[in-house]
């Protein structure tokens, strides 16, 4: 049973760039898609982006396109988040998930990983 | 502001059923099949309930089921029981987005 482990809690400064980790553990991402959504506080969830790390196709979305910028490592079975121009708005807990195609449900999430964007 | 509409609270004493709503539009819910609804509790991942509008994956209870008129999507629980006090968020593909609700909290009286 593939499980999502993400990278540890980051503190960041405004301006600056994150970038959050996502391994399949116990397996591989075969050919799901890996999606990633963010949650902050009293503001629900919203997707980001997504990639197809078989492929390396990624595509965003448009809140976030120019700022968020996803990759994949197959060999390390290992999908990426990055996002620039911190601001506090930032603050949130970002969690990647796994789908099977693009409309699919999100089935299986990693831990989250909270970033704080704070002076 | 979250792309789909979502009343902030509901609540139900255990052994009631409760209905929550997620309104969009055309160009999400009303558009496709492919509203999903997810349960979090605090501090855990979500976890997806119900997806397809309707289907529940294997191991969710049927005591929750979901279905869509128009542009709204509902998910009903039905025998409520203190373990479904959680968050309850919608989602919908949307051509190339996927979409989130902004979620309804729900209390277990």
């Known amino acids: 049973q593939v499980q999502l482990v993400q990278s540890g809690t980051e503190v960041k400064k405004p301006g600056s760039s994150v970038k959050v980790s996502c391994k399949a553990s116990g397996g591989t991402f075969s050919r799901h898609v890996i999606s990633w959504v963010r949650q902050t506080s009293g503001q629900g969830l919203e997707w980001m982006g997504r990639?197809?790390?078989?492929?390396?196709?990624?595509d965003y979305a448009e809140n976030f396109q120019g700022r968020v910028t996803i990759t994949a490592d197959k060999s390390a079975n290992t999908v990426s988040m990055e996002l620039s121009s911190l601001r506090s708005e930032d603050t949130a807990v970002y969690f990647c998930a796994r789908q099977d195609f693009d409309w699919s449900p999100l089935d299986c999430w990693g831990q989250g990983t909270l970033v704080t964007v704070s002076s | 502001q979250s792309a789909l509409t979502q009343p902030p609270s509901a609540s139900g004493s255990p052994g009631q059923s409760v209905t929550f709503s997620c309104t969009g539009t055309?160009?999400?819910?009303?558009?496709?099949?492919?509203v999903s609804w997810y349960q979090q509790h605090p501090g855990k991942a979500p976890k997806v309930m119900i997806y397809?509008?309707?289907k529940r994956p294997s191991g969710v209870p049927d005591r929750f089921s979901g279905s869509k008129s128009g542009n709204t999507a509902s998910l009903t629980v039905s025998g409520l029981q203190a373990e479904d006090e959680a968050d309850y968020y919608c989602?919908?593909?949307?051509?190339?987005?996927?979409?989130f609700g902004g979620g309804t909290k729900l209390t277990v009286l």
């Open positions: 055309s160009s999400d819910v009303g558009g496709y099949n492919y």
């Open positions: 397809e509008v309707s």
């Open positions: 989602s919908s593909y949307a051509g190339s987005n996927v979409v």
């Open positions: 990639i197809i790390p078989i492929l390396g196709i990624a």
